[in-house]
């Protein structure tokens, strides 16, 4: 029998230390150039940099996760891999800061990039997020000239879920709301157990009528009521495989491919954003599929959250547009029966009429906007030839599903000294 | 000192942002930001206007309380680029 020195550090004590250090490594190595001193007494926006984090971590926590007890930590490392170390950091397309004349960082906006292909040339585009002012009344210029400033750079920059504020902002700027792009679609799987999930979410201990619920639904699906909601039988001639996220790459590729404005992630960005997406707290697994044909060729693919009280999140649904019903209706009979009770994701324009043959609810999602100077970009997107949500959009990240909490190890650790 | 875009300036901002407080002036010193009247949105929107009204370019430095902020801040900044324009 091994006896571990009751001294010896846990090994979540060790990793954890590891990663703290790995991350004090990195702003201490970090080329942090120094911020360009503005004229005293001004307001400045300049590109972030690795000392700007804390404060911007306090702002993030304040603006988007108040009461929410996660580690400001957690949020520095994590804006540090996204904004600054990695793929999804551009140098000439920087996430910026507002620096008010007091030398505070009273502003921030998140640049991620996200190269994309129009055609055959390749496009510099950015998805602007996180768009946080500390004190809107006093710095009431800080949004207007963060995001002035993201969008002056790239090709094309966008947006998803922004609010009437921020969508106001955008149009004021020369910018555009793409409607399709800005629908969510729902669909109840297990009507009562869903009504009763939903409700749970607002006041837990309906949880406690979940087998109610599931009887329920049980008795309904016997019976021809459309309020059963039974999905149709499956399309002959298409068969759906889970498969593992290196292969979900390829998937995501290749299905990508098929849209004149299309995600052209660089090497390894695609691999790492999966990886994101793979541990995300709030949403639940991640189940990665792809559809093949009677041929064997590949014609859709989806990657959706299991979710807490089993209402399901997709990531991400590709199809060809011959298959786009089939594909659908694959993602919903696969997430039925994972056990899902609802299911719900972003509208991708060329599968809106499959989601409303599917007799999909449709909501504003929150809108989609996009900026760029290039009518033929803009024209694309109008028409729905363009991937601008899921793995080209936020979804995948922490920002999204994370940061809610104390990582699970850290949690244990807190059960153990108590 | 007032020049001859003041009065271009002045009805602008009585048209955008006091038509939302009925009855409610504002004096050419004035913040604009401090009686609460342009926030994000309402800078945008005055960027916009002073670029196409006077055919200006505004850079980011420039978009600071100092410049904008009252009837005669802009006023005076709207002045300084035309000048600027035309000594080039």
Redesign the interface.
């Known amino acids: 029998m091994v006896q571990v020195s009751p001294l010896a550090p846990s090994l979540a004590e060790v990793k954890k230390k590891a990663s703290q250090d790995e991350t004090a490594a990195k702003l201490a190595a970090t080329k942090v150039s120094k911020p360009a001193i503005a004229p005293s007494g001004l307001s400045e926006v300049r590109p972030l940099s690795a000392a700007d984090l804390p404060e911007v971590a306090q702002l993030f926590k304040k603006t988007f996760r108040p009461g929410v007890n996660v580690p400001l930590q957690d949020i520095v490392s994590y804006f540090m891999e996204v904004f600054l170390d990695g793929p999804d950091h551009d140098p000439a397309c920087p996430s910026l800061v507002h620096v008010s004349a007091g030398r505070e960082v009273s502003g921030f906006i998140g640049a991620i990039a996200q190269p994309m292909a129009f055609g055959s040339r390749q496009v510099r585009a950015v998805h602007a997020c996180n768009l946080m002012v500390a004190d809107p009344r006093r710095d009431s210029m800080a949004g207007a000239r963060l995001l002035r400033s993201v969008i002056s750079k790239p090709d094309f920059c966008f947006s998803e879920g922004a609010n009437s504020i921020s969508r106001q902002m955008w149009v004021t700027i020369g910018g555009h709301v793409t409607p399709t792009y800005s629908l969510k679609w729902i669909r109840p799987l297990r009507p009562v157990a869903a009504a009763i999930a939903m409700s749970a979410e607002r006041l837990s201990l309906l949880r406690l009528l979940h087998p109610v619920g599931a009887l329920a639904d049980s008795m309904l699906s016997r019976t021809e009521s459309p309020l059963a909601l039974t999905l149709p039988s499956p399309v002959a001639g298409y068969t759906a495989l889970e498969v593992d996220r290196q292969e979900m790459v390829e998937v995501m590729r290749q299905l990508a491919a098929m849209y004149q404005l299309r995600p052209a992630w660089t090497p390894g960005q695609l691999e790492r954003r999966l990886e994101h997406a793979e541990h995300m707290p709030a949403f639940g697994d991640l189940v990665c599929v792809k559809v093949m044909n009677r041929q064997g060729r590949l014609v859709g693919g989806y990657l959706y959250y299991t979710g807490r009280n089993r209402i399901a999140i997709v990531l991400q649904v590709l199809a060809q547009e011959k298959a786009s019903s089939a594909v659908f209706l694959s993602l919903l009979r696969h997430a039925k029966e994972k056990g899902a009770v609802s299911i719900w994701g972003r509208v991708q324009p060329g599968l809106l009429d499959a989601a409303l043959q599917a007799r999909c609810i449709i909501l504003n999602g929150g809108f989609t906007t996009v900026y760029s100077k290039e009518k033929e970009i803009l024209d694309a997107v109008a028409r729905g030839d363009a991937v601008l949500a899921g793995l080209a959009g936020e979804l995948w990240s922490h920002f999204v599903g994370g940061l809610i909490g104390p990582k699970p190890e850290q949690r244990s650790r807190s059960a153990e000294d108590h | 000192m007032t020049t001859e875009f003041r009065a271009m300036i002045r009805q602008f901002i009585e048209d955008n942002f006091l038509f939302r407080e009925e009855g409610k002036t504002i004096a050419d010193h004035e913040s604009l ?1 401090e009686a ?1 009247i ?8 005055l ?2 206007f002073l670029e196409s009204k006077f055919h200006l370019v505004v850079a ?2 420039e ?4 410049n ?1 902020d009252s009837i005669e801040r802009i006023d005076a900044y709207v002045a300084s680029k035309v000048d600027e324009r035309a000594t080039v």
Do not use: R
């Open positions: 930001m609460g342009m926030d994000s949105t309402g800078t945008l929107e960027l916009a980011d430095a978009v600071i309380p100092e904008l």
